[in-house]
């Protein structure tokens, strides 16, 4: 049975809970063995990640210690998936650099606030994971997010609709949906959720589901042995 570790806390606006449990009733439903933490102690025993098949942080804001971030980069390195949305995992930790090197991206703003109603573009032919799922219009948080130019995006949204400094730029389609690779490991991301129902809408769901199942199937394509070499970050990101 695939195993899976969602870690759940941080700002409570968010509703960590609530979207934890939300991922925990969909990953159950696909056959994982599901461990749920409120505490990122979760991560201090890198041997045990590494046994896992999916991370999902449901965490925003807050520090993390170096060493913890260390080893869910390697368990990721090693070929273990990591998939999460909005905040929870790219808004997560903005002192730490080397979480937002390996999960693509980092949240900068939300011109309009929550009830923004804006379009989620699906990049067709991009990728199996968006197949046969059509544009669709949210009302909440339209995140502006500074990204890795390495990731495969799946799915954008235009901006600006909100006015403000960024107004005067030309439009730009940020990213909503990405994907990337990390050492053997598969990373996904969706920039939905600033609250619990956000999640509960049935497009959404699918888009987890698939994401989900999708990072945890590349544990099985991974290397018995990682590389000698895997990146354990920056001294200067200790915190």
């Not at 046994?51 to 273990?80: H, K």
């Amino acid at each position: 049975m695939r195993k899976a570790l969602i870690v759940w806390g941080g700002w409570d606006g968010h509703q960590p809970k609530e979207v934890a449990e939300i991922f925990r009733g969909q990953l159950v439903e696909e056959g994982f063995e599901v461990e749920v933490s409120d505490t990122l102690e979760a991560f201090a025993d890198g041997e045990k990640l590494k046994g896992l098949d999916l991370i999902v942080p449901v965490w925003t804001m807050d520090r993390i210690e170096q060493d913890w971030v260390n080893n869910v980069s390697a368990a990721v390195q090693s070929g273990v998936g990591l998939a999460g949305c909005h905040g929870g995992m790219c808004d997560a930790f903005r002192a730490n650099t080397d979480w937002q090197f390996m999960t693509g991206g980092q949240w900068v703003a939300h011109p309009g606030n929550d009830g923004t109603e804006y379009t989620v573009n699906i990049k067709y032919n991009s990728s199996p994971l968006v197949e046969g799922i059509e544009d669709f219009t949210v009302s909440s948080e339209q995140y502006y997010l500074h990204v890795d130019p390495a990731n495969e995006v799946l799915a954008t949204t235009r901006f600006p609709l909100a006015p403000g400094p960024h107004s005067p730029n030309k439009t730009v389609d940020m990213p909503v949906v990405w994907t990337k690779r990390w050492g053997h490991g598969r990373v996904y991301y969706n920039s939905l959720g600033h609250q619990a129902n956000i999640m509960e809408i049935p497009v959404v769901k699918e888009l987890m589901r698939r994401g989900f199942n999708w990072c945890a199937e590349g544990k099985a394509q991974a290397p018995t042995e990682t590389d000698a070499g895997t990146y354990t970050g920056m001294a200067d990101n200790q915190l």
